[in-house]
């Protein structure tokens, strides 16, 4: 009872904060078309939000390949550079357009460990304007099944509003 009693106030706090989150970045991007500039923002605002997040980052679609993803603007310690589509959880992401939410990496078939402290990961498909595939949001933390149902919805609803 405790415990289900803890992970409502948790959801609930998780929630507000997202919400918080989510006006300062549309505040802070206001005018500003850069895409690189959104992308540091928005891996900086969410790094800065949340403890349970370890490594946040972007990972784009190689315009001059199509079908693999290059490391973009992130906060945390050094990301691989590329990811094929249909590789790890960001290719997987990448290749089925969905988010992924991932609570043991270590069970993901092709996990891609870049670093060894990850334990559990959600991963979200970035479109453009036209709906078009640019980029992978990936956040990693160093708790086992750290992201939930929350963290998913509020990813995708951040990044349709900055980059839709
Ligand atoms: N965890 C990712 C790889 C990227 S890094 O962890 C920064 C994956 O398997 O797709």
Redesign the pocket.
């Known amino acids: 009872m405790a415990e289900a009693f803890n992970d409502l106030t948790l959801s609930a706090d998780r929630e507000a904060r997202y919400a918080e989150v989510a006006a300062e970045i549309a505040s802070v991007l206001d005018g500003e078309p850069n895409l690189t500039a959104r992308m540091a923002t928005v891996a900086s605002m969410l790094a800065a939000s949340f403890d349970h997040y370890f490594?946040t980052?972007f990972?784009v679609v190689d315009p001059a390949k199509g079908d693999e993803l290059v490391?973009g603007p992130?906060h945390?310690t050094l990301?691989?550079l590329r990811?094929a589509f249909g590789?790890?959880?960001?290719?997987?992401a990448a290749a089925t357009r969905e988010t992924q939410l991932v609570p043991d990496?270590h069970a993901?078939p092709?996990?891609?460990?870049?670093?060894s402290r990850?334990a559990s990961?959600v991963?979200v498909p970035v479109f453009g304007p036209d709906g078009a595939l640019i980029a992978v949001l990936?956040v990693?933390s160093d708790q086992p099944a750290a992201f939930d149902e929350v963290d998913a919805r509020w990813l995708e609803k951040i990044l349709a509003a900055t980059f839709g």
Not at 87 to 92: E, L
Not at 110 to 115: N, Q, R, S, Y
């Open positions: 490594w980052g990972y490391v992130y945390g990301g691989c990811i590789r790890g959880v960001c290719g997987a990496v993901f092709g996990h891609i460990a870049c670093d990850s990961e991963v990936d990693d």
